[in-house]
């Protein structure tokens, strides 16, 4: 058996979005055009047979999420492994800021934050307990742009 995995990103426009602002670890909130999207998301996912919805812990995921699935069926579980890169002290500042970095920043941490490395470490680890937990599901993952990597390429859980 082996889990199926459906990946979304959380509606992508959020009022920081829309702003310029690299978000990072703050909350953010969906912007209008997001939460529509949101309810698009739904709309184009609720019949889809899932046994769980898996979000990060950040409101603009779980807000999404709810849009999306207001009744709570599938159930909606929040996951701090799904968060977007922690840019540390760049948290809130204008994504050209972090756009400039992001090369260097796949091994060294940002500063006071996180790689993108250690991302996808801490996505590797959901991963391997998504398949421990929840084998021969459908699994909706609604998370960031920064966690999208490795479900294109998923690299094995570390033993």
Do not use: K
């Not at 703050?26 to 898996?54: K, Y």
């Not at 603009?60 to 540390?88: K, M, S």
């Not at 937990?133 to 999208?148: C, F, P, Q, Y």
């Amino acid at each position: 058996m082996a889990v199926e995995i459906v990946y979304e990103t959380h509606a992508t426009t959020t009022t920081d979005n829309e702003a310029g602002i690299a978000t990072g670890w703050l909350p953010g909130r969906l912007s209008e055009l997001g939460r529509l999207q949101a309810a698009e998301l739904g709309e184009r996912r609720r019949a889809g047979g899932f046994a769980a919805v898996f979000t990060s812990d950040l409101h603009r995921a779980v807000e999404t999420a709810r849009i999306a699935f207001p009744n709570g069926r599938p159930p909606i579980h929040q996951d701090i492994r799904l968060r977007e890169c922690n840019y540390g002290d760049l948290n809130g500042t204008p994504v050209s800021r972090i756009a400039t970095q992001r090369a260097r920043r796949i091994d060294e941490p940002f500063p006071g934050g996180q790689s993108y490395r250690q991302v996808l470490a801490a996505t590797d680890v959901f991963l391997h307990d998504l398949a421990t937990r929840w084998d021969g599901g459908r699994i909706l993952v609604i998370a960031h742009s920064a966690t999208d990597g490795p479900w294109t390429a998923c690299s094995p859980a570390p033993q």
